[in-house]
T-cell receptor, first 110, second 117 residues
């Protein structure tokens, strides 16, 4: 069965303290892995798509990487405005739907 | 990025009322739209997938007669919660995708907070 596990469940960082969020997945043929950011009371906002192992994508302080079993979202020198829940989702070949992980709630203190 | 508009953002109503939620894709033709439910501090639970012009595909355990989905055009899908009860209170979110064979990201609306008294 296709599964997505995110860790840690919650992460508290000081402003400027870099760290990584993990997304481990089991899927029968990865079509795509997607990272989203969700603010309280809002819908998820798209960040990155990764399609194959070894691929990397970057946007401001965020960098996403992908292996055959997991993806990391690296946050470099985070700021308080990076505080949010980060969701990972995978899509399997032959299917439309996304399987979402339970998310990592990031809190960056000034 | 793609814009998906969801209305209303919040609904408070009495038990037994039917509630309709609209999801519009504003800047691209959404062949497929998805409806999710999210409980506090939990991730997104897919309820159903709707394809324009055809019947929605519901996930296991989701009552078709309770959650009516219509996707009559490439830019609009609606979810109607029929005869809502307090246990239907939740955060409902829609997303728009670009078709059955697409590996492009889904783009989400801002959700509807439904509270049934």
């Amino acid at each position: 069965e296709d599964q997505v596990t995110q860790s840690p469940e919650a992460l508290r960082l000081q402003e400027g303290e870099s760290s990584s969020l993990n997304c481990s997945y089991t899927v029968s043929g990865l079509r795509g892995l997607f990272w989203y950011r969700q603010d309280p009371g809002k819908g998820p906002e798209f960040l990155f798509t990764l399609y194959s192992a070894g691929e990397e994508k970057e946007k401001e302080r965020l960098k996403a990487t992908l292996t055959k079993k997991e993806s990391f979202l690296h946050i470099t020198a985070p700021k308080p405005e990076d505080s949010a829940t980060y969701l990972c989702a995978v899509q399997a070949y032959g299917f439309n739907k996304f399987y979402f992980g339970s998310g990592t709630k990031l809190n960056v203190k000034p | 990025g793609a814009v998906v508009s969801q209305h209303p953002s919040r609904v408070i109503c009495k038990s037994g009322t039917s509630v309709k939620i609209e999801c519009r894709s504003l800047d691209f033709q959404a062949t497929t739209m998805f409806w999710y439910r999210q409980f506090p501090k939990q991730s997104l639970m897919l309820m159903a997938t709707s394809n324009e012009g055809s019947k929605a595909t519901y996930e296991q355990g989701v009552e078709k007669d309770k959650f009516l989905i219509n996707h009559a055009s490439l830019t609009l899908s609606t979810l109607t919660v029929t005869s809502a009860h307090p246990e239907d209170s939740s955060f409902y979110i829609c997303s728009a995708g670009q078709g059955a064979n697409s590996n492009q990201p889904q783009h989400f609306g801002d959700g509807t907070r439904l509270s049934i008294l």
